[in-house]
């Protein structure tokens, strides 16, 4: 479907990387060859995963990462810099959600603030402190991991695979924020060389989806499935897509 490259020396970030999808995005990014930062924002846990996927002969490094702590955030990119002196990749994985069923009509604001400050503002903090590094790399990639619950022609259906997932006030909305800021990132960096997409993984087996699968929704899929395709569109080659919303199939209407 997209032509991808595999990168020498390329060096790539993704946030949220201790567990779950972004563990894996991290892992298959390391095997391809990639210099993988692990951002994590326990410095333990990042240890943990760098550590996995080093003992795997592949080259990873943990940094701690909050992307709701524009502090951790800095120093993340001052060492990043120090070490590599350049970002080729970014992978906005980090994320959280409220659980299907948190009707806005009964939003309780404090957890909608919550899930926006991390899935759309932390988008915004990481991408722009890492834009200088980003800047000196000859193929930038910013890969926005987003969900089919982001897609308002997906929601808006009442045929679609989602229709039966309960309303939520902030998950949803969040994601499809974080759609709309990636177009807008792809049209400002388009003239420097970027090629920035959101992609969803699908409904995979990891902690976030725990409620929906306790409150029935069965999900056989794993993160290292749902992985794949957000490396896919982290090692595109030079004429790849831009401003655009993929799965594993291919376009994913917004
Ligand atoms: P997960 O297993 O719950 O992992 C979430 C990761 O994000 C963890 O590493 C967590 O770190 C990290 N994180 C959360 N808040 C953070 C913050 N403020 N700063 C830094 N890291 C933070 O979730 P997942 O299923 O792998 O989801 C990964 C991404 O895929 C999310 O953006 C999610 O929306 C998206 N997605 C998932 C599915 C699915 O079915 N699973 C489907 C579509 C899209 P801690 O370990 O420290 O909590």
Same mark, same amino acid.
């Given at each position: 479907?997209?032509? @991808?490259?595999?990168?020498?020396? /390329?060096?790539?970030?993704? @946030?949220?990387?201790?567990?779950?999808?972004? !563990?894996?995005?991290?892992?298959?990014?390391?095997?391809?060859?990639? @210099?993988?930062?692990?951002?994590?924002?326990?410095?333990?846990?990042?240890?943990?995963?760098?550590?996995?996927?080093? /003992?795997? #002969?592949? *080259?990873?490094?943990?940094?701690?990462?909050?992307?709701?702590? $524009?502090? @951790?955030?800095?120093?993340?990119?001052?060492?990043?810099?120090?070490? !590599?002196?350049?970002? %080729?990749?970014? +992978?906005?994985?980090?994320?959280?959600? *409220?659980?299907?069923?948190?009707?806005?009509?009964?939003?309780?604001?404090?957890?909608?603030? =919550? +899930?926006? =400050?991390?899935?759309?503002?932390?988008?915004?903090?990481?991408?722009?402190?890492?834009?200088?590094?980003?800047?000196?790399?000859? /193929? $930038?990639?910013?890969?926005?991991?987003?969900? #089919?619950?982001?897609?308002?022609?997906?929601?808006?259906?009442?045929?679609?695979?989602?229709?039966?997932?309960?309303?939520?006030?902030?998950?949803?909305?969040?994601?499809?924020?974080?759609?709309?800021?990636?177009?807008?990132?792809?049209?400002?960096?388009? $003239?420097?060389? !970027?090629?920035?997409?959101?992609?969803?993984?699908?409904?995979?087996?990891? %902690?976030?989806?725990? =409620?929906?699968?306790? /409150?029935?929704?069965?999900?056989?899929?794993?993160?290292?499935? #749902?992985?794949?395709?957000?490396?896919?569109?982290?090692?595109?080659?030079?004429?790849?897509?831009?401003? #655009? !919303?993929?799965? =594993? %199939?291919?376009?994913?209407?917004?």
């Amino acid at each position: 479907m997209i032509e @991808t490259v595999t990168p020498t020396g /390329a060096v790539a970030l993704v @946030t949220g990387a201790n567990r779950g999808i972004g !563990f894996q995005v991290a892992r298959q990014l390391a095997e391809r060859g990639l @210099t993988v930062v692990i951002g994590a924002r326990d410095p333990e846990r990042g240890r943990a995963a760098a550590r996995a996927i080093r /003992a795997a #002969g592949a *080259d990873a490094h943990p940094v701690t990462l909050d992307v709701t702590d $524009p502090a @951790t955030v800095r120093r993340a990119v001052g060492w990043i810099d120090e070490r !590599f002196g350049r970002l %080729d990749v970014l +992978v906005n994985n980090a994320g959280t959600a *409220d659980d299907p069923g948190h009707r806005p009509s009964a939003a309780d604001l404090d957890l909608v603030r =919550e +899930v926006f =400050e991390t899935n759309v503002l932390g988008v915004l903090t990481v991408t722009n402190a890492m834009l200088p590094l980003m800047y000196r790399s000859a /193929a $930038p990639r910013i890969v926005n991991v987003s969900s #089919g619950m982001g897609s308002l022609t997906i929601q808006s259906s009442p045929e679609s695979y989602l229709a039966k997932v309960p309303a939520a006030a902030a998950y949803p909305a969040s994601k499809s924020a974080l759609n709309a800021l990636t177009i807008q990132y792809a049209k400002e960096l388009r $003239p420097h060389g !970027f090629l920035v997409n959101a992609v969803t993984p699908g409904a995979c087996d990891t %902690d976030l989806t725990k =409620e929906l699968q306790e /409150a029935g929704f069965t999900i056989t899929r794993t993160a290292a499935q #749902g992985a794949a395709v957000v490396v896919r569109l982290a090692t595109l080659g030079p004429d790849g897509p831009t401003s #655009g !919303f993929f799965d =594993e %199939d291919g376009p994913v209407p917004w």
